[in-house]
DNA sequence: TTCTCTTTTAGACATTTGTCTAGTATAAAG
DNA sequence: CTTTATACTAGACAAATGTCTAAAAGAGAA
């Protein structure tokens, strides 16, 4: 039910306003997950290999998306449709057990995502990643990895400079 | 499999350092969720009647809990433990998809809300707020929506000043 | 009513963070 | 090698937000 699907540099996965009808497995590349607003790109998440793919939103609901996904290289994503989920979901047992650990580790880690958002200062969350993800700080560009830690890449620099 | 539990103003649902073997429904009530950081309640969230509760991470991965959750009012949640919620699992089929919605719905929930925090200014999910949620404005006491809104109760009253 | 406790507002000032801008470095392209 | 584009850093200033403090406003309790 899962098929390979191959992306190349700042080809979208996702885009604004359609449905997103996909979900997956990064094998490889690095995707990010943004929205305009008032022109700009504003960086929510910068997922990379070996972790799931979803536009959550939209593919839960089967509603049009509010994000894009794009992806920052080349990369591939092991994708599966909605409609392909529900008949493994449906037909396979042992399947529903597997989503619903999916969706229970995603909520997990959203949701100390949110409270770290709402707790930690902009400094604190960086040296969290620091320390608990130093594998995306090698990969992704700095003004991402700003965005997603809700600052602006001039401020992340300010952090950078003040901690090393 | 569910139990009625009742709660008095200030009593805790859930202690830090102790692992949380239960969720349920707001039947009544009023219920914070905060860590305390340097000594200071810092607030996640506020749950109100007719919503799920759930202490997220100790629940789900069954470890001690970052957080506190206490009642801000008397109020009563129809509680299911753990082991029974595997019990039912197991035994219903149609409550697995069930759970299923129940996760779906709240990462959605979460997502948003998190996007909302690193894409919106502290004014823009106060306004967000107001016309989403007019009803937690009315019960929830403002030095709470202040740090669900990642910001000071301080700040809070200017934005409310300014807006009004 | 009066008293006390809690919530909300707000002034003054400090700190954090954003905006605008430019410079430097690095890498890719011709 | 030169040229161009992109990523990162940083100065100067502005705006947003926090801290400390106090006063006003409400809500209960006696």
């Known amino acids: 039910a899962f098929e390979l699907q191959k992306f190349k540099k700042n080809d979208f996965v996702v885009e604004e306003g359609k449905t997103s009808r996909f979900m997956g497995f990064i094998e490889t590349g690095m995707f990010q997950y943004y929205v305009i607003q008032d022109g700009e790109e504003r960086t929510n ?25 794009k992806a920052l290289v080349d990369g591939s994503i092991s994708m599966i449709s909605k409609t392909n989920l529900k008949m493994l979901l449906n037909e396979i047992p042992a399947f529903k057990d597997f989503y619903i650990g999916l969706l229970e580790a995603s909520l997990c880690g959203i949701d100390a995502s949110r409270y770290d958002l709402i707790v930690l200062t902009a400094e604190q ?3 969290k990643m620091l320390t608990n993800e130093p594998h995306l700080l090698q990969q992704i560009p700095l003004q991402h990895l700003a965005s997603m830690l809700g600052v602006t890449p001039r401020h992340l620099s300010r ?3 003040k901690i090393r």
Chains 1, 2 share one sequence.
């Open 45 to 69: 998440y910068v997922s990379i290999e070996n972790t799931f793919f979803a536009s959550v939103l939209s593919f839960i609901s089967e509603t049009p998306s509010l994000e894009y996904v």
């Open 125 to 127: 969350r960086y040296e």
């Open 159 to 161: 952090i950078r400079s």
